[in-house]
Nanobody
Framework: EVQLQASGGGLVQAGEPLRLSCTTS????????IGWFRQVPGKEREGVSC????????YYADSVKGRATISSDNAKNTVYLQINSTKPEDTAVYYC???????????????WGKGTLVTVSS
């Protein structure tokens, strides 16, 4: 069974960086598309960033473009999201999700992990 686990949430002061980790299990870390999403209560879920292998394509939402970097460590079966220059509007529950197998895409994610809460204080 494929599982994803997001971690690294917590309280961050505005302007400081935050780094989230998404660790996967139950799948040989081969071809994949793993993305980060976030949601604020009462608002729609927002796709933040995504990375694909083996194409090594990355996507970023306009809200984090220039501030965020998504990366992966295949040896650790982990995808990271770092957001620099954090803002209070980055406050949300962050989820990682993925598709695994041939030609994975960064939409209609089949597997979701539990979220991790990030609070950015002003």
């Amino acid at each position: 069974e494929v599982q994803l686990q997001a971690s690294g949430g917590g309280l961050v002061q505005a302007g400081e960086p935050l780094r989230l980790s998404c660790t996967t299990s139950g799948y040989t870390f081969g071809d994949y598309a793993i993305g980060w999403f976030r949601q604020v209560p009462g608002k729609e879920r927002e796709g933040v960033s995504c990375i694909t292998r083996p194409a090594n394509i990355t996507y970023y939402a306009d809200s984090v473009k220039g501030r965020a970097t998504i990366s992966s460590d295949n040896a650790k079966n982990t995808v990271y999201l770092q957001i620099n220059s954090t803002k209070p509007e980055d406050t949300a529950v962050y989820y990682c999700a993925g598709n695994f197998g041939p030609t994975p895409e960064c939409y209609d994610m089949a597997y979701w992990g539990k979220g991790t809460l990030v609070t950015v204080s002003s």
